[in-house]
């Protein structure tokens, strides 16, 4: 069963425009790690941010920020200002710590595709 | 500069050979995991490995093999036995449990 979703396929924007990316997890463990990665055309995926379960507080970093929400299971990213070297195709994933995994395995979801254009 | 690096960026082999993709790390990281990811998909795990000399198959593990005799290294067999194999392969480590990954640059496997 796939425990991480990203609905959005792809977001097509003009520069300088708000992009929102939705994911929603699914878990049956208490304690639990949210991340986002980027991965540019070249390929190589960047690790954005990692929360943990029991912290709900909103981050901002920079034009990036993320909106955690464990009621409804989402854990959203949104990028203010959209610039070209926005453009990538962002992952949401879940490390469960119960999982069966002392280390955590990152589960993945299938990626939402951001083309940002001038 | 510490990271992960693989090599090479993009391989080509012929159907029914093995091939090794290497996985190299100088951040002093236990755990390294490889992962593959085929076009518009998310990463599947393939192996990973949480200390020297041990190593466990993740989601998609058959027709692969791995080895993990330095703390450094972490070379991917692709076997013969793989049905479908080329696709893009990445390779990650993590300095502590549920921490984040860091990935390298990845290596393009063709097999025709």
């Known amino acids: 069963a796939q425990k991480v979703t990203q609905a959005q396929t792809e977001i097509s924007v003009v520069e300088k425009e708000d992009v929102t990316l939705d994911c929603v997890y699914e878990?049956?463990?208490?304690?639990?790690?949210l991340f986002w990665y980027k991965q540019p055309p070249s390929g190589e995926l960047v690790f954005l941010i990692r929360?943990?379960?029991?912290?709900?507080q909103n981050e901002i970093s920079g034009r990036y920020s993320w909106n955690f929400q464990k009621s409804t299971s989402s854990f959203n990213f949104t990028i203010t200002a959209s610039q070209v070297v926005d453009s990538a195709v962002y992952f949401c994933?879940?490390?469960?710590?119960?999982?069966?995994?002392?280390?955590?395995?990152?589960?993945f979801g299938a990626g939402t595709q951001v083309v940002v254009t001038p | 500069d510490g990271g992960i690096t693989q090599s090479p960026k993009y391989l080509f082999r012929k159907e029914g050979q093995n091939v090794t993709l290497s996985c190299e790390q100088n951040?002093?990281?236990?755990?390294m995991y490889w992962y593959r990811q085929d076009p518009g998909q998310g990463l599947r795990l393939i192996y990973y490995?949480?200390?020297?000399?041990?190593?466990q198959k993740g989601d998609i593990a058959e027709g692969y093999s791995v080895s993990r005799e330095k703390k450094e290294s972490f070379p991917l067999t692709v076997t013969s036995a793989q049905k479908n194999p080329t696709a893009f392969y990445l390779c990650a480590s993590s300095m502590v449990p549920h921490g984040e990954q860091y990935f390298g640059p990845g290596t393009r496997l063709t097999v025709t």
């Open positions: 490995s949480q200390i020297v000399n041990d190593f």
């Open positions: 951040l002093n990281h236990d755990a």
């Open positions: 878990t049956r463990d208490t304690t639990y790690y």
């Open positions: 929360r943990n379960s029991f912290d709900e």
């Open positions: 994933a879940l490390s469960e710590a119960m999982g069966g995994d002392s280390w955590g395995k990152l589960q």
